[in-house]
């Protein structure tokens, strides 16, 4: 994680995003700008964070581990969204995981310094009311898409929605379970889209050779 210092930067990024209009008081004082890169642990699973974060850039991904060692992808997350909301309302319920996915971007909120006023704050909750139903209407969209198409446009959507910069490294295990689909089938339809060149393997996991056709298949499951 890296801190943004730049002062004319930061200001572009409050004015860029509206971000004091997320909130009924003056939420600067309160607020720094930090950078995760690919892989960096946003929020830790299990802790209760101390920050709330706003995603203004970026894409992560949400997970959760088992005792069996497996790990469950729960779902993506892309600008704009908070994440940590739902820690800030029940400090009691262990965190879920969060790992950047691309270059995140994120105003940071130190909530230990301005929690009363966040959780009085009528315009703040009712735009975390307004996300969270953005984020449902996602989860919805995808849960159908899971259902009703086969898998070469669920992977074709999936790996659209993961890659970083061209590159497309989910691992197999997680991507079967969001998926619903068994490992072998997973594999199966990858090693397709290698042999007809929208993939290629790299040592770095794979990388899109045919967007285009990638785009053309995910566009049968878009409404």
Not at 9 to 33: A, C, M, Q
Not at 90 to 104: E, H, I, N, S, Y
Not at 125 to 145: E, H, T
Request: hydrophobic letters at 40%; one cysteine or more; charged letters at 25%.
């Amino acid at each position: 994680m890296k801190h943004i210092k730049d002062k004319t930067l930061i200001d572009k990024y409050f004015e860029d995003n509206h971000f004091e209009t997320y909130f009924g008081f003056d939420i600067r004082p309160f607020t720094s700008v930090v950078r995760f890169g690919p892989d960096d642990v946003i929020l830790i699973e299990g802790e209760a964070p101390q920050k709330l974060y706003f995603l203004f850039k970026g894409r992560a991904k949400l997970f959760m581990s088992h005792r069996n060692g497996t790990v469950d992808l729960i779902n993506y997350l892309k600008s704009p969204c908070f994440i940590g909301e739902m820690e800030l309302f029940d400090p009691a319920r262990p965190a879920k995981g969060v790992v950047a996915l691309t270059v995140c971007d994120c105003f940071c909120i130190d909530v230990a310094a301005c929690k009363d006023r966040l959780l009085n704050d009528v315009i703040f909750l009712q735009n975390v009311c307004r996300l969270l139903s953005d984020k449902n209407s996602g989860d919805i969209k995808n849960y159908s898409r899971n259902q009703a198409y086969p898998l070469k446009v669920k992977l074709a959507s999936f790996i659209l929605m993961t890659e970083n910069n061209g590159v497309y490294r989910e691992k197999h295990t997680e991507a079967s379970g969001y998926l619903g689909v068994t490992y072998r089938h997973l594999l199966y339809v990858i090693a397709e889209f290698v042999k007809e060149g929208i993939l290629a393997k790299s040592p770095t996991g794979y990388q899109i050779l045919d967007r285009k056709r990638l785009n053309e298949l995910a566009e049968w499951s878009e409404d």
